[in-house]
């Protein structure tokens, strides 16, 4: 049995990450605003992200529900994210850009250090993998929040990846799933035009099915995962996968 600890299973690839990985005859821990399955291996801990106090005892005491010597490997998937607001940097409020860094950034950050002080002494593989997203990478318009909070996940796990290259049973992935059919984009398409100047662009995947569906990515990253020990690089992108 191998164990998965996913933020955001509620829907989208969260969702299909979590859903697989049950199929698979694993356990999984979520952390979600509801809880999207109910069965023995599934433990969904109700928490808000962008509030990190009390975490992590509520981690600890869902592990106690968990036969750990039965573990034969531990999958953390960052998956949590928010798009918004996507507007000028101008409009953007504090409480906005806190919320938006919370989630995006920082609770991603603190669960990968609860995870590894919680299983420091435990020698199985352990995977630790940030979900990305082109906008890691290049500007996109009025999306300055989510382009920073992408970037600064990626070289998170960069440092990550240097920082224990030495550990042998460690991994650290940066996963980008490339642009799929979830509430996210829904999002994204409801946007106006004078606020976001590459809507058309976005609605145009939608309308011309290019737009890709979770299942597909959560099963071409898990088959990333099946075998730890054979995962050798930090970046992956789902076009070199399908």
């Known amino acids: 049995m191998q164990l998965f600890i996913i933020t955001g299973t509620t829907r989208g690839l969260g969702f299909s990450l979590a859903e697989e990985a049950l199929k698979a005859g694993h356990f999984v821990i979520s ?13 969904n801990i109700k928490h808000d992200l962008t509030k990190i106090k009390g975490l992590d005892k509520k981690f600890l005491t869902a592990l106690k529900k968990i036969d ?9 998937i960052n998956n949590a994210a928010i798009i918004g607001p996507i507007e000028s940097a101008e409009h953007f409020s504090l409480e906005q850009i806190d919320t938006h860094m919370q989630v995006n950034v920082v609770a ?18 352990q995977t630790f993998t940030n979900i990305s997203s082109g906008a890691a990478v290049r500007t996109i318009p009025a999306w300055s929040l989510y382009c920073s909070g992408k ?4 070289m998170f796990t960069d440092c990550l990846a240097d920082d224990y290259k030495k550990t042998n049973n460690l ?3 940066d996963f980008s799933p ?8 829904a999002t994204i398409r409801k946007q106006k ?44 992108d789902i076009k070199d996968l399908l």
């Open 151 to 154: 970037a600064g996940l990626r």
């Open 31 to 43: 952390l979600s605003r509801e809880s999207a399955f109910k069965m023995p291996s599934f433990i």
């Open 108 to 125: 991603p950050m603190y669960l990968t250090s609860l995870v590894l002080k919680t299983f420091k002494k435990k020698k199985c593989f």
């Open 178 to 185: 490339g642009v799929m059919d979830t509430n996210m984009q």
């Open 193 to 236: 035009s004078k606020t976001f100047s590459r809507l058309d662009d976005f609605k145009q995947l939608k309308e011309k099915n290019l737009l890709l569906s979770a299942d597909k990515v959560a099963m071409a990253l898990l088959e990333v995962l099946k075998d730890p020990k054979a995962i050798d690089k930090t970046h992956y």
């Open 68 to 76: 750990m010597k039965k573990v034969k490997a531990i999958h953390l």
């Open 171 to 173: 991994r650290f992935l």
